[in-house]
């Protein structure tokens, strides 16, 4: 304040200042009381409305309780009811009940013979049930023995046809060999027809030496002329099973080896063999066999092998 009395403005400020921070302080506490005092009409509310609904579940409580009574007089009635007529029924039911003591007495009797019928036939299937296990227990400790009869059956069965099998093939060998004894004696035979040629060629170049050089110094009609014996050609063909004279003749002029145009013993009997041999089979131009080998194998049919000694046809 001045001297003249008057109020300056910063002094006036001072005091608004602190005069609003009073008022602020007093709304502030106002604020708290307000609310202190909502958040307890909140609570007081909730309180209320718990106690309404306490109060509303005990009268239901109290409603059901008076229900139940009411039903458990209503019980208590029916059941004294009850009661009663049980009382009446049992002075009606005790001759009924001595009837059905005696029936029962008679029952209880029947069951215990059954059930000592039962007990019998009880035992009786445990010792079939004992035998049966021991006669299991048997054959399965004795089915190895049943198993080898069965094998040993099999087997006596099995050697019976490999014996039969066996006869089979020797006697098929026998016949195979028989065959092979035959081609050999026809082969043979066709050597011998070889060599008895050549003796009867030689023979008769030495009687008639005359017509061989005949042959060779004839004049130019006898060049186109091919001479052979008669009776050698003859023999030959006989020999070898030849029939077609003029093929084999033809057949045997290719055999010329010396270019004189006359057929010797044995240029016929190789021109005979091969002849022969052109129409059969290739097994039957084999030569003479020198050995023969058999080989068979247990429950299978044996293998022939033919083992040739000669030089075969140029066919093999």
């Known amino acids: 304040m001045s001297e003249n009395g008057t109020i300056t403005p910063e002094t006036q400020n001072k005091e608004l200042t602190e005069k609003l921070a009073e008022e602020t302080e ?33 009268e239901i409580e109290k409603e059901s309780l008076e229900s139940l009574l009411t039903e458990k007089d209503a019980r208590i009635r029916d059941l004294e009811m009850k009661a009663s007529k049980s009382g009446k029924q049992v002075e009606h039911l005790e001759p009924e009940l001595q009837k059905m003591e005696e029936k029962f007495a008679r029952e209880k009797d029947r069951l215990g013979k059954v059930f000592s019928i039962a007990e019998e036939l009880d035992n009786g299937l445990r010792l079939a049930v004992v035998e049966l296990q ?4 048997w054959y399965m400790s004795h089915m190895s023995l049943f ?17 039969a099998e066996a006869e089979r093939q020797s006697q098929h060998m026998g ?9 050999m004696v026809e082969a043979r035979a066709a050597e011998m027809t070889l060599s008895e040629a050549s003796g009867i060629d030689e023979v008769t170049s030495e009687e008639n030496p005359s017509a061989v050089e005949e042959s060779s110094d004839g004049s130019d009609d006898s060049e186109d002329e091919w001479n052979w014996s008669e009776s050698v050609l003859t023999g030959v063909m006989e020999k070898n099973g ?40 290739v097994e039957a131009a084999v030569e003479p066999v020198a050995e023969t080998v058999v080989e068979a194998a247990p429950g299978s049919e044996p293998e022939v092998t033919w083992r040739t000694s000669g030089d075969t046809s140029g066919d093999q």
Request: no cysteine.
């Open 26 to 58: 007093r709304l502030l506490i106002l604020m708290g009381a307000y609310e202190k005092q909502e958040r307890e009409l909140v609570s007081t509310k909730a309180e209320i409305e718990v106690l309404e609904k306490e109060i509303v579940e005990r």
């Open 134 to 137: 021991t006669r299991d227990e």
């Open 147 to 163: 198993e080898d009869l069965n094998k040993a059956i099999k087997r006596r069965y099995e050697m019976i046809e490999a014996a």
């Open 175 to 183: 016949r195979a060999i028989t065959e092979r004894m035959d081609e």
């Open 242 to 281: 030849i029939t077609d004279r003029d093929a084999f003749v033809e057949f045997a002029k290719s055999y010329d080896m010396d270019g004189n145009r006359y057929l010797k013993g044995s240029e016929l009997g190789a021109a005979a063999i091969d002849f022969a041999a052109k129409d059969t089979p």
